[in-house]
Every structure is written in structure tokens, then in C-alpha cells.
């Protein structure tokens, strides 16, 4: 029998583990990673953990907020992806596991349950249990973003031959004219993240510097950035990479400077960065979200992507309102 309870400390460790060693779990999902937003949620967070006997059968990250006088539980709520978290689930429990989800919304006296899940790459099992069962349960679709995903050849020259002709080009051009520094420190980064944001209407960055600062700290191993110095004018191009799963590394941020927009800083990194991605064995490499609702943001900037073989998939989002509230 599976019951579920709400979050406590003594299971800070377990929790952590048992997302790292998940079917479908991510980087966003551990509450290592999650406590860099340092209190800014600590009144909303209420996580949840179904148990099967004592052992911890499943997790969700969840916060739950005041909106118009109506309880709404998000998941997630400070990270890219959410949902629940599992190792090994079949349809029976995959709906025993959202059905026991409603009952404690109910219990908690949420007027509406919102679930955002990752896209299928970041799973280790391609399997689409809960898409279903949060749909026959009564869910309904509240948005699906477009991802552009590259699913990595066996070797990079087979990679390389998958690039467009002009994105090819654009490298072979431009790589003789970087330097690149692999794996620095946040605060060489950072200069580069705020100039490129300026140049687009001083546009938000969803993280500070103390914020990249300690994700660095914390998980060396999956937040890394990179940087391509242009010889001759000095300017610069840098990529903040994520990996969030043992599949994908997700590409946060890419930015460059104003001075060499026409260089070609960004394909040259991100060369870089798929051989590298190649030869640690991952599966995709992940240019994260290229729409706004049901609208490509940059047309331009899609078109880029689909050069190095990107693909689209979809990160779904799901919504739920209760009776009576």
C-alpha cells in the first residue's frame, strides 16, 4: 500500500538520492539544488513523498501559493521542471500515484494543482505513464513549450557531418579566431551574461551571480561555464551549461558581447561543447526553450539551433481545479 506525507527534514539525504538514482528525476528536482534560492520560498515549500511500507516509493517538489485568496500548488516553482519523481512505476501505480496526489490537494484545500514535467530526454525510461493518468484523471493541458533538443550522434565526427552546411562553415571559419577557457569560475562569466541581457532591453537573468556562485559550489561535476575570447578584439562569448540528468546537458545561458555579435563565438563553443558531451557519453544536448506560449520567441535564433541537429520536443504542463473552491 502506498501512502503519502508531506516533506520532513530527516529526509533530506534520501530524498536527494533517491532523485539522482530516479527513472525521470533531474538536477532541479534535488533540494541541494533547490536551496539556492536561499528562504526565498521557505513559507511556500511543501514537498511530498509517497511511501510504500517505509521506504520512499516517490517524490514531488511542490510550493504552494496565495493567489486571489485561492491555494495553488505549483511543481515546480523555482526550477525548470517538476512533477513526480520516480524509479520504477507500471500504469496501476502510475494512476494509484496521482489519485493519492488529488486526495491530498483536496486535504490541503488547494483550489488548483499545477504540474509542469520534463521533457521525455530527461528520463532514463522512455515511458509516458503520468502524461496519461494525469489526463484520465482529470488534468487538462495548460501549455506545451518547445524545446530544440540535438540527440547526439555515437561519435562527433558523425555529429559534425550532422550539422547544416552553413553552420559547418560558420565554424570552420570562425574557430581559429578563439581562445577558449573550459570550466571557469561564475564571476568570469557573469560580465558577459549582463552585457548580452542589456543589449535585449536589460532583459531578467533568472539567476544571480551569488546564486551561480553556489550551484558551482555545490555540484562542480554539472554546472560548468565556458568561455571563447575573440584574439583579436578581445570580446567574448560564454555558455552556462546545466546537466540535469545523466542523459542531457542543457545549455542555460548563451551569451556574447557586443563587439563580436558577427564572430561566431556561440558555434564555437557549442562544437565544443557537443564533442564533449559526445565523449562523456550523454544523449542529448539541449538548447532549452526556443517558444513563448504557442509562439516561437526568435525565429532567428530557432533556425540557429536547428543547424547543429536540434529537434523539438515538448515540455508539458498540466493544470487541475478542484471542486468547490
Known sequence: MISIKSYSPEYFDIWNSFVETSANGSLFDRLDFLAYHQGRFQANEHHLLWLKGDAVFAVMPLAIFEEDGRKVGKSPYGGSFGGVIYRTIDAGYADLLIKTLLEYGRQLGLARLHITLSPLNYSRVQAQYLQFFLLSNGFVYRQSDLFSVVPLAADYPAAWNGYQGRTRTSIRRAVDQFDIDEDVSPADFYPILLEDKRRHDNAPVTHSL???????????????????????????????????????????????????????????????????AIEKGLRYFDFGASSIGYHIQNPGVAKFKEGFGAVGLTRESFAFEFANH
Open 210 to 276: 551569488d546564486d551561480l556562485a553556489y550551484l558551482k559550489t555545490a555540484f562542480p561535476g554539472l554546472v560548468r561555464f565556458d568561455i571563447a575570447t575573440h584574439r583579436k578584439s578581445g570580446g567574448k562569448a560564454g555558455i552556462c551549461y546545466f546537466q540535469p540528468s545523466p542523459t542531457t546537458i542543457l545549455t542555460f545561458y548563451i551569451s556574447q558581447e557586443t563587439s563580436i555579435l558577427k564572430e561566431n563565438g556561440p558555434s564555437v563553443l557549442i562544437d565544443r561543447g557537443i564533442k564533449r
